[in-house]
């Protein structure tokens, strides 16, 4: 569902799950949020994704309708 070899490959779908097994949920929003990774082992394939990745990342995930922005909710 994810990979579709154009933006999201499955090079990216490994680094994603590498991110994902490192750390909690709030934890990944952190670096979701800041662009950077927790430490995990990183072969030569990620390495060459690690620049772009959190933008890909946006772009497929936005695509599928797996982001939606932040609403503020109002105080009952």
Do not use: I
């Amino acid at each position: 569902m994810l990979v579709d070899n154009k933006p999201f490959t499955e090079a990216h779908f490994n680094l994603m799950m590498k991110v994902v097994r490192a750390c909690n949920e709030s934890q990944f929003t952190e670096h979701f949020e800041k662009q950077d990774f927790p430490k995990v082992k990183m072969g030569p394939a990620d390495m060459k994704l690690k620049e772009k990745f959190w933008a890909d990342c946006m772009v497929v995930w936005d695509n599928r309708g797996l982001l939606t922005p932040a609403v503020a909710t109002k105080a009952a």
